[in-house]
């Protein structure tokens, strides 16, 4: 199952995220050739009001899912992840993407079935990371904003 929701933020809600993901960028850290920030560690008020509302709208798409990692991932011009499957928790059953803008060039999310997601601010992708092949293709121009979470449907696995 991939499920897309347009519109799943706001544009004031991602431009108010986004500006808290820029003014923690020098807390984030090198993953390969993008950078990560945990988002508790940037906001902590932030971060339990987002596993709240994504935990909520998976609820009502009776998809029992809390959220285990939320990440702002960094993304500048060259950047790009070949297909692969997420390496994560045992525990983990959920990934999402959600474009905090689309003011850049490349940077599709894309799964080895053919599916291509266009970026949109304010757009989820989510996804079993651990079943569906997927990547990121190259930025071409302008960097890219987005929130990546991983999900679990067991609750004794959190780290609370």
Request: hydrophobic share 35%.
């Amino acid at each position: 199952m991939i499920l897309i929701e347009e519109n799943f933020l706001s544009d004031q809600d991602c431009d108010n995220i986004k500006k808290i993901a820029i003014e923690s960028y020098n807390k984030s850290e090198a993953f390969r050739d993008i950078h990560v920030l945990e988002i508790i560690k940037a906001n902590y008020d932030l971060s339990k009001k987002l596993g709240f509302v994504y935990s909520n709208y998976l609820g009502t798409k009776n998809i029992v899912a809390f959220p285990e990692l939320l990440q702002f991932t960094y993304w500048t011009p060259n950047s790009f992840q070949d297909l692969h499957f997420d390496v994560t928790r045992d525990s983990t059953n959920l990934t999402s993407i959600t474009y905090l803008n689309d003011d850049y060039e490349g940077g599709e999310t894309y799964f080895e079935n053919d599916v291509v997601v266009k970026p949109k601010k304010g757009k989820v992708v989510f996804f079993d990371g651990k079943k569906y092949k997927h990547g990121v293709s190259k930025i071409t121009q302008g960097n890219r904003y987005v929130c990546a979470f991983w999900y679990t449907n067991n609750i004794s696995k959190l780290n609370c």
